[in-house]
Nanobody
Framework: QVQLVESGGGLVQAGGSLRLSCAAS????????MGWFRQAPGKEREFVAT???????????DYADSVKGRFTISRDNAKNAVYLQMNNLKPEDTAVYYC??????????????????????WGQGTQVTVSS
């Protein structure tokens, strides 16, 4: 059974930093695409960042424009973990942050990796609150 568990959320002042962690279990995630999404109250779940294995045999990271230059996604395959380092946080970053994954054999159909529908597994989320 695949399980994703997020941690590291909390309350931080604007300009501060947090590091989110996602512990994955149930299978080996080396070749999985791993992503971070967030959902603010009253809003749809939105893409934050993703890391995927490429044909060039390297991991490629992609970011939403709103977090580019401030957030960094990374992974430790030995620990089956993915991280989101968030710097220079802003009040508009306040949301529940979710970890997601998809295996190479999972069909995302025509959904881009920036859409929640492309992902196979989800964590329960961790709250990030940024005060002004």
């Amino acid at each position: 059974q695949v399980q994703l568990v997020e941690s590291g959320g909390g309350l931080v002042q604007a300009g501060g930093s947090l590091r989110l962690s996602c512990a994955a279990s149930g299978r080996t995630f080396t070749s999985h695409t791993m992503g971070w999404f967030r959902q603010a109250p009253g809003k749809e779940r939105e893409f934050v960042a993703t890391t995927r294995w490429s044909r060039a045999s390297v991991y490629i990271a992609d970011y939403a424009d709103s977090v580019k230059g401030r957030f960094t996604i990374s992974r430790d395959n030995a620990k089956n973990a993915v991280y989101l380092q968030m710097n220079n946080l802003k009040p508009e970053d306040t949301a529940v942050y979710y970890c997601a994954s998809k295996s190479p054999t999972y069909s995302s159909g025509s959904y881009s990796l920036t859409l929640p529908q492309a992902y196979e597994y989800w964590g329960q989320g961790t709250q990030v609150t940024v005060s002004s």
